[in-house]
């Protein structure tokens, strides 16, 4: 099994441009999120996803969409890059386990820079 | 203002030496983790505790589920090189979504041989 992965590894934006990043998962896990990591704030829930076709917010979804066509991908989408969004993101997946312990599986991470 | 707030934030301490990192909140939660990440890389899961008081050993590393499940701590006896690193603490509030997960800030360790 791969896991988690996620594409690029690496991207430069300028402001106002549109990208995708990729995040895909191998391990049928049902839950997927996208994460984003900034110095000294730990990791912010960007949206997450319990289902194919159901997704939803988290602590910080302004410029960002997310769609889920199929249990294995999950893409986060921004529409119009800003410096702000300058960041490393991170996907996880995870599946419930006893109810109500579980483990997040986190990608390898894409670094973001918006010039 | 943080939901999960971590301290310290930095530790730099000699190989040998013990710490404690705590993760405090005034929220309830229905589960903690914590989770190791190294440069480069993303987290990766140490533990999960669920049960108030629940105390859970990974070898050196000692993890504790407060009482009321606002809170916790991971102890790390005679800290080697090997475990530097981010320690980043997370919870599920309860009556949550499972896929919701909230991180505290990390704490970054150094350990010096």
């Known amino acids: 099994n791969a896991g988690v992965t996620q594409t690029p590894k690496f991207q430069v934006l300028k402001t106002g441009q549109s990208m995708t990043l990729q995040c895909a998962q191998d391990m049928n896990h049902e839950y997927m999120s996208w994460y984003r990591q900034d110095p000294g704030m730990g990791l912010r829930l960007i949206h997450y996803s319990v289902g194919a076709g159901i997704t939803d917010q988290g602590e910080v979804p302004n410029g960002y969409n997310v769609s889920r066509s199929t249990t294995e991908d999950f893409p986060l989408r921004l529409l119009s890059a800003a410096p702000s969004q300058t960041s490393v993101y991170f996907c996880a997946s995870s599946s419930p386990a006893g109810g109500r312990s579980y483990e997040q599986y986190f990608g390898p991470g894409t670094r973001l820079t918006v010039t | 203002t943080q939901l999960l707030e971590q301290s310290p934030q930095f530790l730099s301490i000699q190989e040998g030496e013990n710490l404690t990192v705590y993760c405090n909140s005034s929220?309830?939660?229905?589960?903690l983790q914590w989770y190791r990440q190294e440069p480069g890389e993303g987290p990766v899961l140490l533990v999960t505790v669920v049960t108030g008081g629940e105390v859970k050993k990974l070898k050196r590393l000692t993890f504790q589920f407060g009482d009321a499940r606002k809170d916790s701590s991971l102890h790390i006896t005679a800290a080697q090189p090997g475990d530097t690193g981010l320690y980043l603490c997370?919870?599920?509030?309860?009556?949550?979504?499972?896929?919701?997960?909230?991180f505290g800030q990390g704490t970054i360790l150094t350990v010096h041989p």
């Open positions: 997370a919870g599920r509030l309860g009556g949550t979504s499972y896929g919701k997960l909230t």
């Open positions: 929220s309830v939660f229905s589960s």
